[in-house]
């Protein structure tokens, strides 16, 4: 079952949770539709043709207030959240519920988890809120444990770009110095080596399941011959925390190096 389904059995059963955490890719796509079948009023939720749907759809359905992180730092502040807090008691506009989305959350600081903790474990009627990040390693325990986890299906790729194979391959079979000059490409841009690193980690799980299912990499047989499932595992280890280091606006350069160093010798033989 997917989750589009297990959102709509939650909904039909009349319990939808009121804290949420969409972990993944997709996890804004998810939150969209949890808050569309949240405010509908039709039969099958979402109806798609209610006033509510109709204005979820277009982004302007005024008790779903999606929330977005602020500065480069991407931090909800700790007064962002308290205004939140407060207004989560004022009653709907328009709908039987209020849903709260905190898009890109992954840098909320526990001092803001830890202001919204109360109003979690007790939520003024009919008001959701949902956290959606790419991984839930900077929530607080006390948070996950209020909310119901959703896990969202990653984005798969069935092929990999030729920039993304000339860094692996560079990994796999340079030197370390020729794998910092490429990477050092892109730290000019933080936005830009986010996006490198994201799919080279998509590409890495390609590889994975490749390897899992004793398939071949067509385009380099004996890359992936050369790599075994734990290196690649490791691998991806290593750029999800240089992603968490970057955002959270460490030094970009060192950061780089650092991670070229730890891919060169999960990666290299
Ligand atoms: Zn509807």
């Known amino acids: 079952m997917d989750l589009f389904e297990r959102i709509k059995i939650l909904s039909a059963k009349n319990s939808l949770p009121h804290a949420v955490v969409f972990e993944g890719e997709r996890a804004k796509e998810f939150s969209e539709f949890f808050a569309k079948v949240a405010v509908c009023e039709g039969e099958n939720k979402p109806c798609g043709v209610c006033k509510h749907c109709l204005k979820a759809q277009k982004g302007v359905h005024p008790d779903i207030i999606n929330l977005e992180p602020e500065g480069a730092s991407k931090l909800y502040k700790v007064g962002f959240v308290r205004n939140i807090k407060s207004d989560s008691f004022v009653l709907p506009n328009e709908a039987n519920a209020k849903v709260y989305i905190f898009n890109d959350a992954e840098n909320i600081s526990a001092v803001s988890q830890n202001a919204l903790l109360k109003v979690l474990e007790e939520p003024p009627k009919s008001v959701i809120f949902i956290i959606n990040c790419k991984e839930k390693t900077n929530l607080l325990d006390t948070v996950i444990s209020r909310a119901t986890v959703f896990i969202c299906d990653e984005k798969e790729t069935e092929s990999i770009s030729e920039e993304i194979l000339n860094i692996i391959r560079t990994a796999s079979k340079q030197s370390e110095y020729e794998l910092l000059s490429l990477l050092q490409g892109y730290s000019s841009e933080k936005g830009e080596l986010l996006r490198v690193f994201d799919e080279l980690i998509i590409s890495l799980r390609l590889l994975y399941r490749l390897k899992v299912n004793g398939k071949d990499f067509e385009e380099d047989t004996e890359l992936l011959e050369t790599l075994t499932l734990n290196r ?24 780089v190096a650092r991670t070229c160093i730890k891919l060169k010798k999960t990666l290299g033989r």
Do not use: P
């Not at 750029?239 to 030094?251: E, G, T």
């Open 232 to 255: 690649i595992l490791n691998a991806i280890d290593i750029l999800i925390d240089a992603k968490k280091d970057i955002m959270q606006n460490k030094a970009v350069k060192i950061i």
